[in-house]
T-cell receptor
Framework: GEDVEQSLFLSVREGDSSVINCTYTDSSSTYLYWYKQEPGAGLQLLTYIFSNMDMKQDQRLTVLLNKKDKHLSLRIADTQTGDSAIYFCAETFPSGNTPLVFGKGTRLSVIA | DADVTQTPRNRITKTGKRIMLECSQTKGHDRMYWYRQDPGLGLRLIYYSFDVKDINKGEISDGYSVSRQAQAKFSLSLESAIPNQTALYFC?????????????FGPGTRLTVL
């Protein structure tokens, strides 16, 4: 079955690192994604990782993938108030013929 | 100009009314989706369409219908709106790919059913 789990809330201080976690159940996932939803807006792709990778780094963002535990994380270094948003993880499957499966989203609040 | 547009952006209606939400895209994508977002429940898929002649039910299709009028247009209808359909509705699109499936989202329609 397809299920993606995330904690609903995370609060961090400005300048600290944020780590948002996600677990998924389907080991056949090929791509895993992180989407960001800013207040009053739709979702935008933040980053993604292919399932044969363990880590991907993009400026302040680090994605870690542990396939054995089916665990995905997003680390945001030097978190800023502009990073306050809801972050969704999502997965897709080899056929490409099913829509993305999204987690419920983690609301990140950055305290100045 | 936005690649994925939704109209209206906000709508307040009464129980029992028929409502249509419209989505248009200029990305040339074959695939289009409708989601609803509720606090604490994340995004739930209502319907999706992989091309003009293809319509598929999602997780929560009851009470909703869709029409894919053209490659660029996908509308969502609530035949007889009820208060628990109050939510934020998003349209999304994606290209036909083997596995990588980046979805592009519209800005959302906030619907309130009184």
């Amino acid at each position: 079955g397809e299920d993606v789990e995330q904690s609903l809330f995370l609060s961090v201080r400005e300048g600290d690192s944020s780590v948002i976690n996600c677990t998924y159940t389907d080991s056949s996932s090929t791509y895993l994604y992180w989407y960001k939803q800013e207040p009053g807006a739709g979702l935008q792709l933040l980053t993604y990782i292919f399932s044969n990778m363990d880590m991907k780094q993009d400026q302040r963002l680090t994605v870690l993938l542990n396939k054995k535990d089916k665990h995905l994380s997003l680390r945001i270094a030097d978190t800023q108030t502009g990073d306050s948003a809801i972050y969704f993880c999502a997965e897709t499957f080899p056929s490409g013929n099913t829509p993305l499966v999204f987690g419920k989203g983690t609301r990140l609040s950055v305290i100045a | 100009d936005a690649d994925v547009t939704q109209t209206p952006r906000n709508r307040i209606t009464k129980t029992g009314k028929r409502i249509m939400l419209e989505c248009s895209q200029t990305k040339g994508h074959d695939r289009m989706y409708w989601y609803r977002q509720d606090p604490g429940l994340g995004l739930r898929l209502i319907y999706y369409s992989f091309d003009v002649k293809d319509i598929n039910k999602g997780e929560i299709s009851d009470g909703y219908s869709v029409s894919r009028q053209a490659q660029a247009k996908f509308s969502l209808s609530l035949e007889s709106a009820i208060p628990n359909q109050t939510a934020l509705y998003f349209c999304a699109t994606s290209a036909r790919t083997y596995s990588y499936n980046e979805q592009f989202f519209g800005p959302g329609t906030r619907l309130t059913v009184l």
